[in-house]
């Protein structure tokens, strides 16, 4: 079983699991809940891990093609796209068109993704919204979601490898 470390998100998982619970199975005998509270304890532990390594992917690509922001870690990177063309007049004009370049191919790249992915993933990754959350926005089903994104995802690393942008 994974543990999660960071104490907030570890509180949100086990809250949000609780919430789920009691929403969907609260009608159910008292001896049947344990085991299906860790079924979905766990299944948000995984669905935590997921996005986090995902979100990462994504920090770490934005992060490489920025400039440097110093030792802020909790900047979104969408934040990071907006100032980089504003805030770093250190780098050199042509590492200056080049991440513009890089930028513009990002956009047109998550422009392209077909609609429901370009929705799932926005709201996920860019917006950190949960599951449930961009679930209820979107009008579907969890597991939608995570397919959406996961499709997303996949497709931008693709397109970004096929247009030789590399970390």
Not at 48 to 71: D, I, M, N, Y
Not at 103 to 111: C, G, K, S, W, Y
Not at 121 to 142: H, K, N, P
Request: charge should be negative; glycine fraction near 4%; include cysteine.
């Amino acid at each position: 079983m994974f543990a999660v470390r960071e104490e907030e998100a570890a509180l949100d998982i086990v809250q949000d699991a609780m919430l789920r619970l009691s929403e969907r199975y609260g009608d159910r005998a008292p001896g049947e809940l344990p085991p299906l509270f860790q079924r979905i304890l766990q299944n948000a532990i995984r669905d935590w891990f997921r996005r986090q390594k995902v979100r990462s992917t994504w920090v770490t690509l934005f992060a490489a093609l920025a400039p440097g922001r110093g030792e802020e870690d909790d900047h979104d990177p969408l934040e990071t796209l907006q100032a980089a063309g504003e805030s770093n007049r250190e780098a050199s004009p042509p590492d200056q068109l080049e991440r513009s370049q890089v930028f513009e191919i990002i956009e047109d790249e998550v422009a392209r993704l077909p609609a429901r992915q370009r929705q799932a993933f926005i709201m996920r990754y860019w917006e950190e919204l949960d599951v449930a959350q961009t679930a209820r926005a979107m009008g579907c089903s969890e597991g939608s979601v995570k397919t959406h994104c996961s499709r997303a995802a996949h497709a931008l690393a693709a397109a970004l490898r096929a247009r030789g942008i590399t970390l």
